[in-house]
């Protein structure tokens, strides 16, 4: 192996991290509070490996936190048989051979183990042929349950923390209007489906900040209307102060008190904002001058809104200050092109805005730089379209027709990779929750 | 019921009761003897023979009339159907426009004397779009198509009271298909008679 070895460092989570003393022991120039991370060659995959687990459930702790990292897109997952894997498993304590597992690839070796409350997980380095983490992790729920699975998504996010310094975004959910045109959720990696509305029709749920409760816009006889879902209750209920008729593509501002969306009339359609408590009239916010203006989406700071808008005779994306002022052309304009651009969904990090565009008759997932407006396309096959961003800032879901019927699909926004979410046709306007706490 | 069923039933009545008026009674014969008796037996019959052919005529007369009633409920009804086809036709658009066109414009103008003559009708109208770009978007570009009908009706005279504005976006296409064919007819306004009509 060619590995240039280089040392990453964090800001360390004691609690996680192993003792400072013994960092230093290992470490003497590492100063106190600092802890070290893995060894491995920046701009590639490190080769992570997963020891099986014995003991109830640990064959899917095992393959959960395999393909939460495989998900992650930022380590190559290096898998080995059962029998092959438990082989090279020491018979004590932690006397692993190393150069086996350097020869396979791996930088770093993770052991989930049984503890009484759940599992703790054991991060080795290869190169530097030692332990480096170790954190425990509480399991109590039934094992493959959803609320288990959503468990062992939260090691495997704190694992990637471990390994990179950031978190992943396993441990969360993702909202989408179904093909029978009601509201569903299904967890990032593709499990636990279910359907959580029974109306007219439903679409367009956007998530609170706190992940306790979405905001949809459901049919009823007068007109769409904004509802709000509890996953605490599994109550809805409809907000007051809309006006009957056209009320669309509500969204939460990140501090979780206005909801931010789109009310049609004769004189066109207006973005509004309202109070959800509150059961006052919404205020409008938009001057749109009878043109169609939709699909808010707030900054993270909740300073800006970015939306669409036809009002240079074609759908565009714009962005705004957040009381409606100062209103602009998000991407260039080009005289005499018919741009079609939607569907705007603002980066939690804040650098980048996604959104489709039509590009040969077809619309294509993209984003823009927000510091110099670069663009970039990300898709080409089919209809690509409703992008949002998970919390994680690096994965979009999309919905997409590149194999036939409309499904959804995340994205790798720094690799390009894709995998397919959802496996029932006519799935759309997916909204990706934040980390969900426990 | 209509208020012309009321007006015919009202004046069949009337023909029934003029026709049992018609036969009165003859008066008796002041000669007495066995001619009288048999004079009396033939009046009797006469009687009879004529309060039966009365009877006859006036069932006669009832059946007119009901044919009547019918017919003129039948040609109401055909004239009805008729102005709500006119009422209820569909207009198109082009893509991503709410601009009516020519078409869809003469359609619209069909409407105005139909709505004129019958003004407790109200229309609601329902813009749709074909699958094509944003599905949230497009909820709004079908409601601005709703608005441009209704706008071009109120223009025309219609009160815009009598008439509501909805949107399904692509929400319900009326043919599925991803082609041009398709597209051209899931971009439209349909309107639905809301009170007042034959038709709810």
Request: contains cysteine.
């Amino acid at each position: 192996m060619q590995l240039k070895h280089i040392l990453i460092a964090a800001v360390a989570s004691s609690a996680l991290a192993l003792t400072p003393a013994a960092a230093r022991a290992q470490n003497p120039t590492v100063p106190e509070g600092v802890r070290l991370g893995l060894n491995y060659t920046l701009g590639t995959k490190p080769g992570v490996l997963v020891l099986p687990m014995d003991s109830t459930g640990g064959d899917s702790v095992r393959a959960i936190l395999q393909r939460d990292i495989d998900y992650d897109d930022r380590a190559t997952v290096i898998t080995l048989d059962d029998q092959s894997a438990r082989a090279m498993m020491p018979k004590t304590g932690d006397d692993f051979n190393y150069p086996i597992f350097a020869k396979l690839g791996v930088v770093a070796i993770l052991r989930p183990q049984r503890s009484l409350t759940g599992i703790t997980i054991t991060m080795y380095d290869v190169a530097a042929k030692k332990r480096i983490q170790i954190g425990g992790f509480p399991l109590t729920d039934q094992v493959n349950s959803p609320a288990w699975r959503m468990a062992v998504h939260r090691a495997s996010d704190e694992v990637e923390r471990w390994i990179f310094g950031t978190p992943g975004a396993a441990a969360t959910r993702i909202l989408f209007s179904g093909g029978d045109k009601q509201i569903w959720v299904i967890d990032s990696d593709g499990e636990n489906a279910r359907k959580l509305t029974s109306v007219t029709l439903a679409m367009s749920a956007a998530w609170s900040p706190d992940a306790t409760k979405f905001v949809f816009c459901g049919f009823t006889p007068s007109g769409s209307q904004i509802a709000v879902y509890s996953f605490i209750t599994g109550d809805l209920h409809w907000l007051s102060g809309t006006a009957r008729g056209l009320n669309i593509t509500p969204t939460y501002s990140p501090d979780g008190r206005t909801i931010a969306y789109a009310s049609g009339s004769e004189g066109g359609t207006d973005i509004m904002v309202m109070q959800e408590g509150d059961a006052s009239p919404s205020r409008r916010i938009t001057v749109g001058r009878g043109s169609d203006n939709t699909s808010p989406s707030f900054s993270p700071d909740g300073r800006q809104i970015a939306f669409m808008s036809g009002r240079a005779g074609h759908p565009e994306v714009y962005t705004m200050d957040a009381d409606g002022t100062n209103p602009s052309l998000l991407t260039e304009f080009t005289y005499g092109e018919q741009a079609y651009r939607a569907s705007p969904d603002w980066a939690p990090d804040g650098r980048r805005i996604a959104y489709e565009s039509r590009i040969d008759g077809n619309f294509q997932i993209m984003t823009i730089d927000m510091r110099d407006r670069s663009t970039k396309q990300y898709t080409s096959d089919g209809q690509n379209e409703d992008p949002a961003w998970a919390p994680d800032s690096r994965h979009m879901v999309f919905s997409s027709t590149r194999t036939g019927p409309r499904q959804l699909w995340v994205l790798d926004a720094e690799s390009g990779r894709m995998r397919q979410l959802t496996h029932a046709a006519g799935a759309r306007l997916a909204a990706w929750s934040p980390i969900l706490k426990p | 019921m209509h208020p012309s069923k009321i007006i015919i039933a009202v004046v069949a009545v009337t023909l029934v009761a003029a026709c049992h008026k018609i036969p009165a009674p003859l008066a008796p014969s002041p000669v007495a003897g066995n001619d009288s008796l048999d004079r009396a037996r033939a009046d009797s019959i006469a009687r009879a023979n004529a309060a039966r052919q009365a009877e006859i005529a006036r069932a006669q007369a009832e059946q007119d009339s009901l044919r009547a009633v019918r017919e003129r409920e039948q040609r109401e009804a055909a004239q009805n159907a008729d102005a709500m086809k006119v009422l209820a036709a569909t207009i198109y658009y082009d893509f991503d426009k709410a601009d009516l066109t020519e078409a869809a414009r003469s359609l619209l103008l069909a409407k105005v004397p139909v709505l004129q003559a019958q003004p407790t009708i109200h229309l609601r109208i329902t813009g749709h779009t074909d699958d094509r770009g944003s599905s949230e978007y497009n909820l709004a570009l079908g409601l601005r198509r709703a608005a441009e009908a209704k706008a071009f009706l109120v223009n025309n005279g219609i009160d815009a009271s009598r008439l509501e504005i909805t949107s399904m976006g692509a929400e319900q296409p009326a043919v599925q298909g991803e082609n041009e064919e398709a597209w051209s007819r899931n971009r439209r306004s349909e309107f639905a008679p809301t009170s007042g009509g034959a038709s709810q």
